[in-house]
Nanobody
Framework: QVQLVESGGGSVQAGGTLGLSCAAS????????MAWFRQVPGKEREGLAA??????????YYVGSAKDRFTISQDNAKNMVYLQMSGLKPEDTAVYYCAAAPRPCPAALSDGFFDYWGQGTQVTVSS
């Protein structure tokens, strides 16, 4: 049984930093595409960043405002994926999700592409 468990969410002031973790069990994070999404109530889930194996290294890409402020990484030995966020803004307030798919990342992050999801972790940024 595949489980993705996010942690590290919380409350932070604008301009602060926060690091999220995603622990995988029953699934190997290096098996394909791992990604982070976020969702605000009443809005669609938004893709932020993805990472996938490319020979002996990992390749990443970012969407929108995540390009300049967020960093996705993974530790294959620990079977974990991370999202380091800096320069946080109130509009970053959302539930953040980890997602996995056992195939190469798509050209555009779409939540329909991913097979497995975590339960989410709340991030609240105050002004």
């Amino acid at each position: 049984q595949v489980q993705l468990v996010e942690s590290g969410g919380g409350s932070v002031q604008a301009g602060g930093t926060l690091g999220l973790s995603c622990a995988a069990s029953g699934y190997t994070v290096s098996a394909g595409c791992m990604a982070w999404f976020r969702q605000v109530p009443g809005k669609e889930r938004e893709g932020l960043a993805a990472i996938w194996p490319w020979f002996s290294v990992s390749r990443t890409y970012y969407v929108g405002s995540a390009k300049d402020r967020f960093t996705i990484s993974q530790d294959n030995a620990k079977n974990m994926v991370y999202l380091q966020m800096s320069g946080l803004k109130p509009e970053d307030t959302a539930v953040y999700y980890c997602a996995a798919a056992p195939r190469p990342c798509p050209a555009a992050l779409s939540d329909g592409f991913f097979d497995y999801w975590g339960q989410g972790t709340q991030v609240t940024v105050s002004s």
